[in-house]
């Protein structure tokens, strides 16, 4: 039987995504081979890469807007250099609202002057700092839009004269925004768009080529665009599975469709935290995330209980992170509703038996 899954990442695919990509593992498009046997220089792969760029460019509304999207590897994490390597020259910006910031901090520290604009950390990263100063001037400002561990996201974005980086990581294609006022957008394909080994990054290109530093090739972004995303042999299985994900939130609607759906998931989900009087929400109410809901079970006499119960309803992944305890309930795009109704249908079951 199928899980209900709702891990943190890597996470929930659509079942027509694994049924095609592994189709293509075996044989693709009737080719007679596999499409991880094949050359990432062949018209068939070219294709598939030059489609699932265009494809993310067109989800995001961002054609024709002096946009590239890349698909790169090292995750996430190596994008905290990245960003670093090749716009900052004299001092950047960063909010800091979690763990996944701090670290975007300190890689970025390693090459130049950062300036902290705000931070959350006096209150364990549970609510998004608003109202700062920003000075002019900056080389950018960093943010973080889905703090994936602590279960904030950002409801809007400052307003600056810099360009805006964002890391999107846990809640990109989720929700409609205006990308266009992101200088750069990266996030690792393994929440929303894919399996883990590919990084998606969309670049204005007008924000490159500012830095005086000679950057190595491999962490220049305007080697990547001119080479096509192709400036070492891409991670064709993650670019090919991204595509399929891609192509199946198109079908549903895009970026539109597939809001109204979160929305629906993330109120069912918030209104059993707040009317459950066992649970209680750790993230600020009007900073909570749309992916992930984290809270805690007031009765510590009743943790075993739910374990076992959710374990019975084939409830996977809800297990908090470690810096926040209690649980946390990541309901990326291709969860279905359903789960959500039974995740909420067995913490109402433990209300009934407390
Ligand atoms: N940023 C955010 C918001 C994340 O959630 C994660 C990982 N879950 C990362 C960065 C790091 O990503 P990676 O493991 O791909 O380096």
Redesign the pocket.
């Known amino acids: 039987m199928k899980k209900h899954n709702f891990s943190a990442?890597p996470s929930i695919l659509p079942q027509e995504v694994l049924n095609k990509a592994s189709e293509a593992v075996l044989d693709y498009n009737g080719s007679g081979l596999s499409l991880i046997e094949i050359s990432h220089r062949s018209k068939d792969f070219v294709d598939i890469m030059d489609r699932a760029r265009a494809l993310v460019l067109e989800l995001l509304g961002l054609e024709g807007k002096g946009y590239q999207a890349l698909f790169l590897q090292g995750?996430?994490?190596t994008q905290f250099l990245m960003v670093a390597m090749n716009l900052l020259e004299k001092k950047a910006g960063y909010l800091n609202t979690g763990a996944?910031s701090e670290k975007a901090i300190k890689e970025a520290k390693v090459i130049g002057d950062i300036y902290e604009v705000a931070s959350s950390k006096d209150a364990n990263f549970n609510y998004i700092p608003k109202g700062f100063e920003i000075p002019s001037g900056l080389d950018y400002l960093h943010c973080?839009s889905?703090?994936?561990i602590f279960g904030t996201q950002m409801k809007s974005f400052p307003k600056t004269d810099s360009p805006l980086v964002c890391?999107m990581?846990?809640d990109i294609f989720s929700r409609q925004l205006d990308f266009s006022q992101f200088g750069l957008i990266y996030a690792?394909a393994?929440k929303n768009m894919g399996p883990a080994g590919t990084?998606l990054v969309v670049v204005r290109e007008d924000i490159l080529g500012k830095v005086s530093r000679t950057i190595p090739s491999i962490l220049d972004y305007k080697k990547h665009i001119a080479s096509d995303s192709m400036l070492n042999t891409p991670p064709v299985f993650p670019v090919y599975t991204s595509l399929l994900t891609l192509e199946w939130l198109k079908s549903v609607g895009g970026i539109a469709g597939i809001e109204q759906e979160n929305e629906k998931k993330a109120r069912l989900m918030y209104s059993e935290i707040d009317l459950n009087p066992l649970f209680k929400g750790f993230a600020t109410k009007e900073d909570r995330s749309f992916m992930n809901a984290t809270f805690t079970l007031e009765k510590e006499s009743l943790k075993e209980t739910f374990a076992s119960m959710l374990k019975e309803a084939g409830i996977s992944g809800v297990n908090g992170h470690r810096s926040v305890g209690g649980y946390r309930a990541s309901m990326y795009n291709a969860l279905p509703i359903e789960s959500v109704k039974a995740l909420v249908e067995v913490m109402s079951e433990l209300e009934s038996k407390a």
Request: no cysteine; proline share 0%.
């Open positions: 990442g995750g996430a994490s996944w973080t889905n703090n994936t890391d990581s846990s690792g393994q990084t």
